[in-house]
């Protein structure tokens, strides 16, 4: 049986009457990649600041490689990686200064752990005399990150670590944690983005401070209710209107290029791709396999019915 590192128990927390956290439960495991996955204002960073001691719950219970967060948050401290979803780092230091800024205040050095942060840091080890407030976004995230596992903690936090960077430093990114995680190291990430809960181990996904699923990405877009069809044209957005009035779609919504419509199992599909044939040139209806989007999507619609 694989080591429960983090444990969330009905964990609920509120700001004056909006509620955070509503009574979130979920587990994570030793060496595996666990993903929060939702959009903003999803409870993601409250729960993330409950869990690294510096917010305390309303009710409910976390414990960390053991033990309880708030009675034993020294122990937490000492072994938890944060990196928070905005560049906290010291703007005015440089790269160098803050990498043995962050290693002193856990009583360690650059040296005694280099092994771990080697393959991050070596790519902006060139740039180690510039002050961080004038790095790059991509150069900033391997610095936060090299700064987070300096102290070579149990648990690694990402509070959506990749938010305004490009498309190739986010893949960069989620090499790195796969890198990380093959050395044994827990890591916890929340992202908006879809797309990358397909690079965890697990997923919750979040709304509303509550888990509407779970499960590897695999388990949750194979609970996808219904069928689902890819719809392209010219004219996306005269197309989305009429799906959305069209009898046998479920919902449809933009996609990319392309336009995703949910349909129930064993619906006729005729009437609507008829439709669109006769209103729309140069069309194309596919059916096609759901992604955790679709099935987040599907949540979502389920919960206003």
């Not at 509550?210 to 590897?216: F, H, P």
Request: aromatic share 10%.
């Amino acid at each position: 049986m694989s080591e429960i590192m983090v444990n969330v128990e009905e964990l609920g927390k509120s700001y004056g009457s909006t509620r955070a956290l509503d009574e979130l439960s979920f587990s994570t495991k030793k060496g595996e990649i666990f993903g929060l996955i939702g959009p903003d204002g999803a409870g993601k960073s409250t729960a993330f600041r409950i869990i690294t001691t510096l917010l305390l719950p309303d009710h409910g219970k976390v414990t960390f490689d053991g033990v309880d967060v708030v009675k034993d948050y020294r122990h937490v401290r000492r072994n938890v990686g944060y990196m928070p979803g905005t560049f906290s780092l010291y703007q005015d230091l440089s790269v160098e200064e803050n990498l043995r800024f962050f290693a002193t205040v856990f009583n360690t050095s650059i040296k005694e752990n280099y092994d771990l942060i080697r393959d991050i840091y070596q790519q902006i080890e060139p740039f180690k005399k510039r002050k961080a407030g004038a790095l790059s976004g991509g150069m900033k995230q391997k610095l936060a990150l090299s700064c987070a596992l300096i102290h070579r903690p149990k648990v690694l936090v990402l509070d959506e670590p990749t938010t305004g960077v490009d498309v190739v430093s986010r893949r960069e990114f989620w090499k790195m944690l796969g890198d990380l995680k093959e050395q044994g190291l827990s890591i916890l990430v929340s992202t908006p983005y879809m797309d990358e809960a397909e690079q965890c181990d697990r997923v919750a996904l979040l709304q509303e401070g509550r888990i509407l699923e779970s499960g590897t990405p695999s388990e949750v877009t194979d609970r996808f209710e219904g069928e689902l069809y890819g719809v392209w044209g010219k004219e996306k957005y005269r197309i989305l209107q009429e799906l959305t009035k069209s009898k046998g779609v479920d919902h449809a919504f933009p996609f990319g290029e392309n336009i995703h419509v949910f349909q129930a199992k064993g619906q006729d599909t005729s009437s609507w791709k008829h439709k669109l044939d006769q209103s729309f040139e140069s069309l194309r209806v596919e059916k096609i396999r759901p992604n955790i989007e679709d099935r987040f999507m599907q949540l979502m619609n389920l919960e206003d019915e």
